[in-house]
């Protein structure tokens, strides 16, 4: 068999065996997932709302269309922690096929609630320093996510200060949350 032919022939092997599970379930059905969302702010908060909807319109582009294959599933704490881990609780026992959480202590009450449900994270500063993941590129267990910092780079960011303000011993760091704004002196 020449190169072209047996190119074309594991080609249409690998296409088949690739559409093969996918025919499959088309033919059974396909099951109605669930993913549960918990949120540290209120209902009709416009950051909310706009996440959602770019989520919807997300998974519609992928072809995941709300209440035909897939039912989205919403929790909102309002920033309260006593909701945040009755609804991690809650949200657990309906063994939804996944969960999102947005920030630090939805994720901490999220992975005390289970460790066997998938769980997505964001806006999360330190996913590894604070226990959720081994590292970010293989953050093992059921939880991983997003993170704004790389602190990796903190460490360039420092070489690149020096580099620009050489004489300076001590650079300041602002980190601006809808909670609360933090300020540290990191030492050169």
């Known amino acids: 068999?020449?190169?072209?032919?047996?190119?074309?022939?594991?080609?249409?092997?690998?296409?088949?065996?690739?559409?093969?599970?996918?025919?499959?379930?088309?033919?059974?059905?396909?099951?109605?997932?669930?993913?549960?969302?918990?949120?540290?702010?209120?209902?009709?908060d416009p950051e909310v709302l706009a996440r959602v909807v770019a989520f919807r319109q997300g998974l519609e582009a992928l072809g995941w269309t709300e209440n035909r294959n897939i039912r989205i599933e919403h929790r909102y704490s309002g920033g309260d922690l006593g909701q945040i881990q009755a609804?991690?609780?809650?949200?657990?026992?309906?063994?939804?096929?996944?969960?999102?959480?947005?920030?630090?202590?939805?994720?901490?009450?999220?992975?005390?609630?289970?460790?066997?449900?998938?769980?997505?994270?964001?806006?999360?500063n330190d996913p590894v320093g604070q226990g959720f993941v081994a590292t970010l590129s293989h953050p093992g267990g059921n939880i991983t996510g997003f993170t704004f910092i790389d602190f990796p780079m903190i460490g360039k960011w420092l070489e690149m200060l020096k580099e620009i303000a050489p004489r300076r011993q001590t650079y300041d760091a602002r980190v601006q949350s809808r909670q609360r704004a933090v300020l540290s002196s990191l030492p050169t």
């Open 87 to 124: 609804y991690a609780t809650e949200l657990v026992r309906s063994a939804p096929d996944l969960i999102v959480g947005s920030g630090t202590p939805i994720t901490a009450a999220l992975q005390r609630a289970t460790d066997t449900i998938p769980i997505v994270f964001n806006v999360v």
């Open 1 to 44: 068999m020449s190169d072209v032919r047996r190119r074309e022939f594991i080609t249409l092997l690998g296409g088949a065996a690739a559409a093969w599970p996918l025919a499959a379930r088309a033919q059974q059905g396909e099951r109605m997932r669930r993913v549960a969302f918990l949120h540290p702010y209120t209902e009709n």
